[in-house]
């Protein structure tokens, strides 16, 4: 049972244009909110969360975008550079649930 | 200087045999994991310690086990290595724990696991 879950497998986006990733989420316990981003033969690193009582967080070229009632989050990506290509995973956890929950993960190709 | 250091990065061995891979941090942190990677890529939580006290322990086979000999270093063992264990295993670590609400974690580079 997938509690989080990213739809798209990859993404392909133009340098310069705007690179979205989804994530949807099943649990209503979930109140915090992660995006990691891995490159191949390393481990995932932190790139920006959300908490609950937010609904946009943004940190330089990247926002993320909650939405509770959809139980939805997207990070967007602008403008998207070639060293953004990697595996963006969202994760999901909160103040009454111990573990983090890994979605899994969207490919994102950006192309020169 | 590694945060997250993992040894072996990659293990290549046959079937009922007995291996172990080290993971040290040396952010100070509190709080400790290992996590699978399956050939479907999800990554899913095994175990966490905290404070050298085991405070997750997901439904792995009793094969693997973890030891925290101090709270910078997180090992896990895994006896009588069967086929679907291959798969990349990561350490991880983070401030957080059950008092905090930041779930920042800083993962290893991975050990990729081959059972032959």
């Known amino acids: 049972d997938q509690q989080v879950k990213q739809n798209s497998p990859s993404l392909s986006v133009q340098e310069g244009r705007i690179s979205i990733l989804n994530c949807d989420y099943t649990?209503?316990?979930?109140?915090?909110f992660l995006w990691y981003k891995k490159y191949p033969a390393e481990g995932p690193t932190f790139l920006i969360s959300?908490?609950?009582?937010?609904d946009k967080n943004e940190d330089g070229r990247f926002t993320v975008f909650l939405n509770k009632s959809a139980k939805h989050l997207s990070l967007h990506i602008v403008p998207s550079q070639p060293g953004d290509s990697a595996v963006y995973f969202c994760a999901a956890s909160g103040t009454s649930y111990d573990k983090v929950i890994f979605g899994p993960g969207t490919s994102l190709s950006v192309i020169p | 200087d590694t945060a997250v250091s993992q040894t072996p990065k990659y293990l290549v061995t046959q079937m009922g045999n007995d291996k172990s891979i080290k993971c040290e941090q040396n952010?100070?942190?509190?709080?400790m994991y290992w996590y699978k990677q399956d050939s479907k890529k999800f990554l899913k939580i095994m175990f966490s310690?905290?404070?050298?006290?085991?405070?997750i322990n997901e439904t792995v086979p009793n094969r693997f086990s973890p030891k925290s000999p101090d709270k910078a270093h997180l090992n896990l063992h895994i006896n009588s290595l069967e086929l679907g264990d291959s798969a990349v295993y990561f350490c991880?670590?983070?401030?957080?724990?059950?008092?905090?609400?930041?779930?920042?974690?800083?993962f290893g580079p991975g050990t990729r696991l081959t059972v032959t």
């Open positions: 991880a670590s983070s401030q957080a724990g059950r008092r905090y609400l930041s779930y920042e974690q800083y």
């Open positions: 959300i908490s609950s009582i937010k």
């Open positions: 952010l100070g942190h509190d709080t």
């Open positions: 649990n209503s316990m979930f109140d915090y």
């Open positions: 310690y905290n404070n050298k006290e085991l405070i």
